[in-house]
């Protein structure tokens, strides 16, 4: 059955202090991983899509990257503003349109 | 960038009526949308993909005769939640991916707070 997770559920930071975030995936044939941010009682924002194994992609103070069974979402010198839920979701290469959403890690920076 | 719209933000009902919800792809046509629910502090859970000209997909334990999803051009897809009941109270959220065949990301709306009392 197919599976993302994402782990830790919560992560607190401090200002400047660097971290990752995990996304264990299984699924059979992957078109695509993707990682989005979302704050409270908004939609999710898109920030990367992943294709293949050794993929990386940047964005500001973002950096994800991808394996064949896991993507990590590296945060460099994370700011307050940084603060959201990020959420790790894959779609498989067959049947159809479906996304696979995880649980997503809540994210704390301290100023 | 892709910008997915959603109407009303918030809205109150009261038991057994009914909520139209829609969401509007504002730049691009979107043949395809999706509609997510999600309770807090967890993740989204796939309802529908609705599409153009055609009856939408419900996934398994979503009732389609309570969550009536109509796609009735390439830029809006309604979701109406009939006979709404408290335990309807919930965030549902739209999404859309752009026509291309190279790139599968989605584009969500900024959501919709259903509340029934």
């Known amino acids: 059955e197919d599976q993302v997770t994402q782990s830790p559920e919560a992560l607190r930071l401090q200002e400047g202090e660097s971290s990752s975030l995990n996304c264990s995936y299984t699924v059979s044939g992957l078109r695509g991983l993707f990682w989005y941010r979302q704050d409270p009682g908004k939609g999710p924002e898109f920030l990367f899509t992943l294709y293949s194994a050794g993929e990386e992609k940047e964005k500001e103070r973002l950096k994800a990257t991808l394996t064949k069974k896991e993507s990590f979402l590296h945060i460099t010198a994370p700011k307050p503003e940084d603060s959201a839920t990020y959420l790790c979701?894959?779609?498989?290469?067959?049947?159809?349109?479906?996304?696979?959403f995880g649980a997503g890690t809540r994210l704390f920076v301290k100023a | 960038g892709a910008v997915v719209s959603q109407h009303p933000s918030r809205v109150i009902c009261k038991s057994g009526t009914s909520v139209k919800i829609e969401c509007r792809s504002l730049d691009f046509q979107a043949t395809t949308m999706f509609w997510y629910r999600q309770f807090p502090k967890q993740s989204l859970m796939l309802m529908a993909t609705?599409?153009?000209?055609?009856?939408?997909?419900?996934e398994q334990g979503v009732e389609k005769d309570k969550f009536l999803i109509n796609h009735a051009s390439l830029t809006l897809s309604t979701l109406t939640v009939t006979s709404a009941h408290p335990e309807d109270s919930s965030f549902y959220i739209c999404s859309a991916s752009p026509p291309r065949t190279y790139t599968y990301e989605q584009y969500f709306g900024p959501g919709t707070r259903l509340t029934v009392t």
């Open positions: 609705s599409n153009e000209g055609s009856k939408a997909t419900y």
């Open positions: 979701a894959v779609r498989r290469a067959t049947g159809g349109f479906k996304t696979i």
